[in-house]
């Protein structure tokens, strides 16, 4: 069975063997994935409703797989237990969310080695929750299906400097690594810049406000990074 570009990209940065969580596992697809293409040793699924919780088990069941993952309704980290995995996934949900899921399940992330993140939204604001609680980015990847460009950020625990607000945005790694979509991820992060200063334009108030400000400035160095060299981002 297989589910898609994004789901077996967010796999990918699962370290072969690992213990999984798969938190807001929905239809448990990532779960299955993990299972048959990266030999996953556990993999347990939650959801925060019933109804998802329910359609994983069908999912799973009709994959011969769901006496090997459990399926448990709970909100966020509540149903995994510490210590019983060392990868925790989280995909599919905005970034802000993520970030909250995370906070609020601290003591789990004591024994975890591996964050794996693909955040729909907000994924700056993401990557620097990541740097400012005691993880660093590792790995990251570009991945697009039906036409949507996806971005999932995989984390380690140890702290190091928290990267600029313009790089945060584009991803550390994804600067340095400048994988094939990197070109098309940083002209979607400038105009979506673009289109907010825009938005924000038809207001004299937040024209002259410190927001607009700084995102004006956030705007001028990717454009300074990315444009003044395009074999850069090629």
Same mark, same amino acid.
């Given at each position: ?61 009709? @994959?011969?797989? &769901?006496? $090997?993952?459990?399926?448990?309704? +709970? ?5 995994? =237990? !510490?210590?019983?995995? %060392? ?35 907000? @994924?700056?604001? &993401?990557? $620097?929750?990541?740097?400012?609680? +005691? ?5 990251? =990847? !570009?991945?697009?299906? %039906? ?35 990197? @070109? ?51």
């Amino acid at each position: 069975m297989r589910f898609g570009n994004r789901i077996a990209a967010v796999a990918a940065l699962v370290p072969r063997g690992a213990k999984v969580a798969d938190i807001g596992t929905d239809h448990a697809y990532l779960a299955i994935e993990l299972i048959e293409v990266r030999g996953a040793e556990k993999v347990v699924a939650t959801d925060k409703n019933e109804g998802p919780c329910a359609a994983a088990r069908r999912t799973l069941s009709a @994959a011969g797989l &769901l006496d $090997r993952v459990p399926v448990r309704c +709970g909100d966020g980290l509540v149903p995994i =237990s !510490l210590g019983e995995v %060392d990868t925790i996934c989280i995909a599919g949900m905005g970034g802000g969310l993520i970030a909250s899921i995370l906070t609020a399940g601290a003591s789990v992330l004591a024994d975890v080695s591996r964050l794996v993140l693909q955040p729909m939204n907000d @994924a700056s604001a &993401l990557r $620097r929750w990541i740097y400012e609680n +005691g993880w660093h980015i590792a790995e990251e =990847s !570009l991945v697009t299906e %039906d036409g949507r460009l996806y971005e999932i950020i995989a984390a380690e625990p140890g702290v190091e400097k928290t990267p600029e607000t313009w790089l945060l945005t584009l991803g550390p790694m994804l600067w340095k690594e400048r994988p094939l979509l990197f @070109a098309r991820h940083a002209e979607a992060q400038m105009e979506r810049l673009r289109r907010i200063l825009r938005g924000m334009e038809k207001s004299e108030t937040a024209r002259e406000s410190e927001a607009y400000r700084n995102i004006e400035a956030e705007l001028r160095e990717i454009e300074r990074h990315c444009e003044g060299g395009k074999e850069n981002v090629s």
